[in-house]
């Protein structure tokens, strides 16, 4: 396996990991967004997306999980 190969399936990895992310924000699902995000950071423009899109699901809870979640 070259680098190249282990780049690509760590960029893979975390696309899935965002997506699944996504899913349980709009699935309202506290716990599954804390255990995504543990030991994770957020940039800022993908972290303001994240905190919308829990608003329009209408959790306040995982607005704040997400909140407290350091950025990159």
Known sequence: MTANDSAKKN???????????????????????????EGHTLDKL???????LARLSGNSEIVEVINF???S
């Open 46 to 52: 993908e972290k303001g997306y994240l905190i919308d």
């Open 69 to 71: 979640t350091p950025e």
């Open 11 to 37: 960029e893979d990895r975390s696309l899935n990991n965002h997506a699944a992310l996504k899913t349980s924000i709009a699935n309202g699902d506290v716990e599954e967004v804390k255990a995504r995000l």
